[in-house]
């Protein structure tokens, strides 16, 4: 259980173009997600809080109009990319909280590799 | 201001050892604490957790301690195994935070066969 899928696994784009990843909860339903980006060799930095029906938080520093979060339902969430650059290449990965026993777990996705040209 | 510190960037252990990981924290409101297993281009794998009014939790090869009073907790890994090695990631979360997680900056694990 507490499965977590991203797609893609893998993008390559052009510089200026939008790159649009899915977060889903697979086998429960999630109020909240999180969105990280991992540099080379660095721990998880958040980026933002997805709560489902309602506006984003996002971390000090995340430009909210470049990185759009949507999260239409209780199993998806998407975060777009707008114009993207090459700064903006990273590994990017998404959580879903699962409260089980009074806590809330987080249980990440397999991540995507965004590779901007 | 890291709140949650993890001073050993690796760890090298023999196959059959125990592996014990360690993680500070200096934030008294955390209450839920969790280790994390990541390969490389991977997302982290959740492997056990522990509330702040435990001790110790236990999960198969895999023991969490908690000291309140020293804000220290550790992973126990016996025995270890070649598979074990991966980055590991230790992190908390504040009652009432939306379950937001404060990462450590992870430590790598070899276990050598």
């Known amino acids: 259980g507490a499965v977590v899928s991203q797609h893609p696994s893998r993008v390559i784009c052009k510089s200026g173009t939008s790159v649009k990843i899915e977060c889903r909860s697979l086998d429960f339903q999630a109020t909240t997600m999180f969105w990280y980006r991992q540099f080379p060799k660095q721990s998880l930095m958040l980026m933002a809080t997805?709560?489902?029906?309602?506006?984003?938080?996002?971390e000090q520093g995340v430009e909210k109009d470049k990185f759009l979060i949507n999260h239409a339902s209780l199993t998806l969430s998407t975060l777009t990319v707008t114009s993207a650059h090459p700064e903006d290449s990273s590994f990017y990965i998404c959580?879903?909280?699962?409260?089980?026993?009074?806590?809330?777990?987080?249980?990440f996705g397999p991540g995507t590799r965004l590779t901007v040209l | 201001d890291q709140q949650v510190k993890q001073n050993s960037p690796s760890l090298s252990v023999q196959e059959g050892r125990i592996s014990i990981l360690n993680c500070d924290y200096t934030n008294s409101m955390f209450d839920y604490f969790l280790w994390y297993k990541k390969y490389p281009a991977e997302g982290p794998t959740f492997l056990i957790s522990i509330s702040s009014i435990k001790d110790k939790n236990e999960d198969g090869r895999f023991t969490v301690f908690l000291n309140k009073s020293a804000k220290h907790l550790s992973l126990h890994i016996v025995p270890s195994q070649p598979g074990d090695s991966a980055v590991y990631f230790c992190a908390a979360s504040e009652a009432g935070n939306t379950g937001k997680l404060i990462f450590g900056q992870g430590t790598t694990l070899q276990v050598k066969p």
């Open positions: 959580s879903a909280s699962l409260r089980a026993g009074g806590a809330d777990t987080q249980y």
């Open positions: 997805s709560n489902e029906g309602s506006k984003a938080t996002y």
